[in-house]
C-alpha cells in the first residue's frame, strides 16, 4: 500500500482550512499508530524528539500532538509541516506533511530532502534514504536475523535426542582396599528431536510473519514520489541514515514547487 494523496475542495486560491485540514491528520489517532509501529521497528527505545530552533523558527509556527512538536513552514504557494525524532540505536525519522496551496501541479520528491548535522561547528550531509532503499535494507537485516537463528537451533537441535547418564560404583574388597568407577551411557530419543526441529521451525516461522507483518505496516508510511495538484497533501515518514550519538543541532531542507522550505532542530533531551 502507497502513501494516500487526500484531495480538499474549497475555495481557491489559498484559504486557511487547507492547512487546518493538514495539520487534523497530522494528529489523527490513527495515524500515530502506524507511526508507533514503525518505531517499533526502527528502535526498541523511544530516543528522543528534536524541537525547533528558538533562534531560527517563530513558535506560532509550531503546534504539539502526542508528545511530538510540529514545525510548519508556509508561503503562499505551499506548506510543510515536519517533526522528528531520534529512537535510540536506530536511525533519525522525519515525518513530513505536505500541502499544494496555489499551484497547477507540484512534484514532491521525498528523496530529494537534504538533511545535515551539526557537532562542533562541522556539518555533515546525511544519506536519506528513499522508501525502497530502506525497505531493502531492513529486509537484508532480517533476513540476516533469520539465518543467524536457523543455525544456531540447528545447532543446538543436533544434540536435543541425546542425553547421557552417569553410573558410580564403589567397592571394598576383603583385603579392605577402597575401589571407585563410573560408566557413561548415551542414549538417543527420535521423538525429542523431532519435537526440538519442530519447535524451531515454528519460532522461524513466527519470526519471518512478524517481520512481513511489520514491513507492511511500515511500507505504508514512507513517503513516495507523488505529484500534488491544487489542494491536495501528502503524509508520510522518511528515514535518514544517522548514527546513534547524532544528538545535537539538524538542518532540513524540503523542496517543493520549486521552492525550499528550511527547518533547523535541536535535540530535545
Given at each position: ?165 552417569t553410573t558410580y560404583t564403589s567397592t571394598v574388597s576383603n583385603n579392605g582396599t577402597f575401589s571407585s ?89
Amino acid at each position: 500500500m502507497h502513501t494516500v494523496v487526500h484531495t480538499f475542495v474549497g475555495k481557491q486560491p489559498y484559504d486557511n482550512r487547507y492547512g487546518d485540514g493538514l495539520i487534523h491528520i497530522m494528529k489523527t489517532k490513527s495515524y500515530f499508530l502506524l507511526i508507533g509501529i514503525a518505531l517499533l521497528m526502527l528502535a526498541c527505545s523511544p530516543g528522543f524528539y528534536y524541537k525547533p530552533d528558538p533562534n531560527t523558527i517563530d513558535p506560532n509556527n509550531t503546534f504539539l500532538s502526542s508528545g511530538h512538536t510540529y514545525i510548519v513552514s508556509r508561503t503562499p504557494n505551499a506548506m510543510i509541516i515536519l517533526t522528528a525524532i531520534k529512537p535510540s540505536g536506530g536511525q533519525l525519522q522525519l515525518t513530513v506533511g505536505y500541502l499544494n496551496i496555489n499551484l497547477n501541479r507540484a512534484d514532491a520528491r521525498p528523496d530529494s530532502i537534504r538533511v545535515a548535522f551539526e557537532d562542533e561547528g562541522t556539518s555533515t550531509l546525511l544519506q536519506v534514504y528513499t522508501a525502497d532503499q530502506y525497505m531493502r535494507k531492513l529486509r537484508r537485516q532480517e533476513n540476516f536475523s533469520i539465518m543467524a537463528k536457523a543455525i544456531n537451533d540447528g545447532y543446538n537441535n543436533q544434540n536435543a535426542g541425546y542425553s547421557t547418564s552417569t553410573t558410580y560404583t564403589s567397592t571394598v574388597s576383603n583385603n579392605g582396599t577402597f575401589s571407585s568407577g563410573s560408566s557413561t551411557t548415551t542414549t538417543y530419543d527420535a521423538n525429542k528431536a523431532y519435537q526440538a526441529n519442530a519447535r524451531s521451525s515454528q519460532e522461524l516461522n513466527q519470526m519471518e510473519g512478524s517481520f512481513n507483518q511489520y514491513n507492511q505496516s511500515l511500507n505504508q508510511i514512507l513517503l513516495r514520489p507523488s505529484t500534488l495538484f491544487k489542494g491536495q497533501k501528502l503524509i508520510g515518514t522518511v528515514v535518514v541514515n544517522a548514527s546513534p550519538d547524532i544528538s545535537s543541532k539538524i538542518y532540513v531542507t524540503v523542496p517543493f514547487g520549486g521552492e525550499e522550505y528550511n527547518f533547523t532542530l535541536i535535540a530535545n533531551k
